[in-house]
């Protein structure tokens, strides 16, 4: 095994364990959604259905990018796969560089021939390898989207990580310049400021996941695999550092009119997932809490699933929505 399938493995570990989940309560709990005790609606005429990038998928909720690169993260991903093929929900793959790295075949589309899929690499490696290399990973999943993720934060405690972030605006333009399927820039756990999608659109960049602090915290996770005394004391103030997903969501929305927004880092449930619809998100992404059930089989993935598609079914019955548009409109107060 090389190192970077043993770091791949470390971290399906570390964020299984809820040490390494954001401390403190959710923001997501002091919103409060608009009660409507009249919702003149049926629960089974509700419509989740949801366009993403020309596809119209069963809900807002995307399968959010985990791993792949190593045997235990290719069952995880198997698993995913078949529960976003038999739901119809989108699905992000983890960073695919390990894969490409070693040559290893990533399956994918031999369990989810229809499902949206989404690639993914890192910034840095963006930087490095180049667009040639982006293209393969598309291609290699037949991507219908491509993820970005940028992650200096985690990059800073990581062993390995990257400490030079220089010249990373000028590649992501080229491969929006270039490339024919979108690409989306995410974070990994510490939010995207109004400054910073600001510079992702001017490199052509036009929709964001916010992956924002509120759920599994990568500091955490990375400080657990850094031995380095020196660091650890550093990292320490840093280990809650970032903006919280819903404060993302509601600055990005309020600024940007045109930015496509996916709301992820925190989101936990599918009243969760409404309120990012209901503060201007076009979409949402969970990841951490489909791990667990991704070890077991597809069967378990799909139960959770389907808790949080109903889970947010009830949230548009009792705010009176008959479909996610009408979701867009209803009114939130703070607690
Ligand atoms: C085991 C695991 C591996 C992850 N690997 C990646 C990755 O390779 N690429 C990426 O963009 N995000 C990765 N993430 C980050 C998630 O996509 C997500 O942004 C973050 O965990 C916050 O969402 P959550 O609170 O729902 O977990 C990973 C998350 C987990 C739990």
Not at 27 to 50: G, M, N, Q, R
Not at 78 to 85: E, F, H, P, V
Not at 307 to 331: H, M, S, Y
């Amino acid at each position: 095994m090389t190192s970077i399938e043993d770091r791949k493995d470390d971290h399906i570990q570390l964020a299984l364990d809820d040490n390494n989940q954001t401390s403190g309560a959710s923001a997501f709990d002091a919103l409060i959604l608009e009660h409507d005790c009249v919702p003149e609606t049926s629960l089974e005429d509700i419509d989740l259905k949801t366009n993403f990038i020309n596809h119209t998928v069963s809900a807002p909720l995307i399968i959010g990018a985990m791993t792949g690169g190593s045997n235990e993260g290719d069952l995880i991903n198997k698993n995913l796969a078949i529960a976003a093929q038999t739901l119809n929900l989108p699905l992000a793959v983890g960073s695919q560089r390990a894969a490409i790295e070693s040559g290893r075949t990533q399956k994918i589309r031999e369990y989810a021939p229809d499902a949206f899929i989404l690639g993914n690499l890192g910034a840095t490696q963006v930087r490095d390898y180049g667009v040639k290399f982006v293209r393969k990973a598309c291609e290699s999943i037949n991507a219908d989207a491509m993820v970005i993720h940028f992650n200096p934060l985690q990059e800073l405690i990581q062993p390995e990580g990257d400490k030079n972030w220089s010249g990373i605006l000028d590649v992501v333009k080229k491969c929006a310049d270039s490339l024919s399927i979108p690409i989306i820039a995410k974070e990994v756990g510490s939010g995207i400021s109004v400054f910073s999608a600001k510079k992702l659109l001017s490199a052509g960049i036009d929709w964001i996941e916010i992956a924002g602090k509120g759920g599994t915290s990568w500091a955490r996770i990375e400080l657990n695999r850094n031995p380095d005394e020196q660091i650890m004391k550093t990292a320490y103030p840093f280990l809650d550092w970032g903006m919280n997903t819903v404060s993302s969501a509601r600055l990005l929305r309020r600024n940007f009119n045109h930015l496509n927004i996916i709301g992820s880092g925190g989101v936990r449930n599918g009243l969760d997932i409404a309120k990012c619809i209901a503060l201007g998100c076009n979409l949402t992404a969970i990841a951490q809490p489909f791990l667990a059930p991704a070890r077991k089989s597809p069967e378990e993935v799909i139960s959770k699933l389907s808790i949080c598609i109903d889970q947010l079914r009830w949230a548009l019955f009792l705010t009176g929505c008959k479909n996610i548009e009408d979701l867009k409109k209803v009114k939130i107060y703070e607690e």
